[in-house]
């Protein structure tokens, strides 16, 4: 009697650490705002989506869902996901003003250097100085795209004054700052209403990186282009790729491992290395859409950074306002940024 009690617990043992090892297959659903054939959905998002299928030799499965077709808007995405609506999602994180507020450094003006050693940064931050803005999700990664430019329909911008009068879209509050101080009408909206805005005459311009342009067709709705020289872009934007908390717990440990071995660091270096791509060809869909290409150097981009100091500045006192060590983290960006760039 007593040796079949002991097989029974190891079998109940065995069994156990076998369940934890080897887990039921799990279907998650992914939710973003972009169009299937955006690039952070065609050549990040679903590529990765594969490898974890692979990995977990069909254990864990990803059901994609593009431009919310699971319902809300974008801002909503970060509540979708902590709330277990949905399992993971790919958002920005200033598409929820006030929720990642250490996180906004990263879209203060001239910080950025490559989307490669900008994303590494983002991530390293993501894991020290943001841990609390964060400790409600399982972080993928945090990343960031190429240096944003600035377009507009039909008047180049080659000084700050031709911003003067013109209407123009912000991605986020910080961004929206920035560009209020240069001296334009700062539109926020998420970039799926670009191009119907643009269309309709609701704005003037928009400032995107080139990437995105050719999903929602923006290279087609502007003929002004301008980007900034020199080794510091005018703004980036954080992204958030985020997984349910409770979701990640519950699965097996062969399955975490799998999340694990495609999460962090290397996602960031492989999402910055896969922005920083993506300029090229779709700077190349805009010039064949023809049109006007200026970068901004000497003193007239003297004159945009002095703007972007202040703006610094400002975001600085409001940070210091609010609890936080505002230069500290400044600091703490661009010496992360000039770390991944060595």
């Known amino acids: 009697m007593k040796m079949f009690k002991l097989l029974s617990a190891g079998f109940i043992l065995g069994f156990g650490l076998s369940d934890n090892a080897f887990g039921e297959a799990v279907t998650l659903k992914f939710h973003s705002f972009a169009p299937a054939p955006a690039s952070q959905n065609s050549k990040f998002v679903r590529p990765w989506a594969n490898r974890i299928e692979e990995q977990s030799a069909g254990e864990l499965r990803i059901e994609t869902y593009y431009s919310m077709q699971l319902g809300g808007k974008p801002a909503q995405l970060v509540d979708q996901v902590r709330d277990g609506v949905v399992d993971i999602i790919w958002t920005v994180a200033g598409y929820t003003p006030g929720r990642f507020p250490k996180l906004e450094v990263f879209d203060l003006p001239f910080l950025p250097g490559s989307a490669e050693a900008t994303s ?17 999700y399982k972080v993928l990664t945090v990343h960031v795209h190429a240096p944003g430019k600035i377009h507009t329909k ?15 879209r912000g991605p986020t509050r910080v961004i929206s700052s920035m560009l209020g101080a240069m001296g334009a009408t700062p539109v926020g909206m998420p970039v799926p209403q670009v191009a119907p805005s643009l269309s309709k005459g609701v704005i003037d311009g928009m400032v995107v990186p080139y990437e995105i342009m050719p999903s929602f067709k ?40 799998v999340i694990d071995n495609n999460s962090g660091m290397s996602l960031a270096k492989l999402a910055g290395q896969l922005w920083d791509e993506f300029e090229g060809p779709a700077l190349e869909m805009a010039k064949k859409a023809g049109g006007d290409f200026h970068s901004l150097s000497g003193q007239q981009l003297a004159a945009f950074q002095a703007v972007g100091d202040q703006v610094v500045s400002d975001w600085i006192t409001k940070a210091n306002t609010n609890g936080m060590d505002g230069a500290g983290i400044v600091q703490t960006t661009r010496d992360l940024i000039s770390k991944y760039e060595n």
Do not use: P, W
Request: hydrophobic content about 40%; glycine content about 4%; charged content about 20%.
């Open 154 to 168: 039909n008047r180049l911008v080659t000084q700050l004054s031709d911003l003067e009068g013109l209407k123009i």
């Open 218 to 257: 923006l290279h087609e709705l502007t003929k002004a282009h301008t980007t900034v020289s020199g080794q510091r872009g005018l703004y980036t934007t954080a992204f958030l790729f985020l997984m349910n908390k409770a979701k990640y717990e519950s699965l097996s440990v062969s399955q975490k491992a």
């Open 120 to 136: 590494q940064a983002a991530q390293e931050f993501a894991q020290t100085i943001a841990i609390d803005e964060l400790k409600e």
